[in-house]
């Protein structure tokens, strides 16, 4: 680890302050990502300014009856409220799948939007990597790359993004709330992570003097239809192959409201709007469930060591959307 100066910040203007105008500065709030990359010399920030005392903690209603989940609220803590487990209990669901109890009572909901890809080659200093390295190449492309992404990637990075919890905040159309230096903005968290294509060491639209202040989750939680399915190597405290977030609303019969997001196929949360459509105004069928696997792996390109997760991603999306419409499955 290279040396580096630390400063635990007292209020948000005093931590933004340290950040401006300095990309060598970094933020820690649970800093079980941060700290871990710096160990392996895959982040050098010179200045290490400590988030984790700011009032950037609890889960509260919004006026308009949504759900505020602050940056530093750790994922335990909303995973386990009363609110998140009755209105949205498909986040509750995603969060309990990622890491192990001792992590999840460490790290925060702004470090997990903005961990970083587990890609072998991205933690490797001595090989090279666009994401750590801009210009310097993909090993991945032609080496191992079994945990790799089958969707959106670019001849300069075929990394996945690592969270669970993006997976569900994708399907609920939860925001990011951020603040700048004199400003604040919402993000769509759909828009919020980046596709690689020539800058693969973007992961976010986060710009580098701006704080995760809270989540924002809308009304809609889908608490009756709703799965999280996590397919990976051992059934705890693993990364992703593939995973499915699925969020439906049934009327009559009929589904009303469809979302679908996946984990472990892409540099982000990986959702299509024509997937989701093919679901809505028809009952919920194996054939409508197949199409809408379909849709949603148009495009699918599988590398060496990747082929499976294409299958598997058909399988997983299925058996997801039967089990939050309770249909039985063999
Ligand atoms: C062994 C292991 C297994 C894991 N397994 C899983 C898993 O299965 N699924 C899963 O989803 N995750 C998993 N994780 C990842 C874990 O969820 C993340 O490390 C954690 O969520 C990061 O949160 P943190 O508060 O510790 O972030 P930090 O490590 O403190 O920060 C991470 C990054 O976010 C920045 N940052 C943090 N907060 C803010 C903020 N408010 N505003 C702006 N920037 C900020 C930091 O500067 C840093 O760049 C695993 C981690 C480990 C170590
Ligand atoms: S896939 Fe991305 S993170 Fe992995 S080696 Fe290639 S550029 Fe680096």
């Not at 769509?188 to 710009?207: A, K, N, Q, V, Y």
């Not at 009304?219 to 009756?224: D, W």
């Amino acid at each position: 680890m290279k040396p580096f100066s630390y400063h635990c910040a007292t209020d948000a203007g005093d931590a933004l302050s340290h950040l401006s105008g300095s990309s060598a500065a970094a933020f820690l709030a649970g800093g079980t990502n941060l700290v871990d990359l710096m160990k392996e010399d895959v982040m050098s920030p010179a200045e290490v300014v400590d988030i984790s005392r700011l009032p950037l903690g609890g889960i509260t209603v919004t006026d308009e009856g949504g759900l505020r989940l602050g940056a530093l609220e750790t994922n335990a803590a909303t995973a386990r409220h009363p609110e998140v487990v009755s209105r949205y209990p498909l986040l509750a669901k995603a969060i309990l799948a990622g890491a192990s109890p001792q992590l999840r009572n460490r790290a925060t909901n702004g470090g997990n939007l903005l961990q970083r890809t587990r890609c072998p080659y991205f933690y490797d200093v001595q090989l090279p990597c666009n994401k750590r390295l801009p210009g310097s190449g993909c090993p991945a492309r032609e080496g191992y790359n079994r945990n790799h992404a089958i969707l959106g990637t670019s001849e300069h990075c075929i990394a996945t993004h690592p969270s669970d919890m993006c997976v569900a905040l994708s399907a609920l159309d939860a925001v990011v709330v951020l603040e700048g230096a004199g400003s604040s903005r919402s993000i769509p968290i759909t828009g919020f992570h980046r596709l690689p294509e020539d800058e693969p060491h973007r992961d976010t639209d986060i710009r580098a003097d701006e704080l995760i202040t809270a989540i924002e989750l809308p009304s809609k939680g889908f608490p009756e239809n709703y799965q999280y399915l996590k397919i990976r190597d051992r059934s705890s405290y693993a990364f992703a192959l593939v995973s499915v977030a699925a969020a439906i609303e049934i009327e009559d019969g009929m589904i009303a409201d469809a979302r679908i997001a996946l984990g472990g196929v892409a540099h982000k949360p990986w959702r299509k709007e024509e997937a989701e459509a093919l679901l809505v105004g028809g009952p919920p069928s194996a054939l409508a469930f197949d199409k809408a696997a379909t849709a949603l792996l148009g495009g699918a390109e599988a590398r060496t060591f990747n082929a499976f997760k294409i299958p598997l991603a058909r399988a997983a999306i299925t058996r997801a959307l039967a089990d939050a419409c309770h249909l039985m499955t063999k």
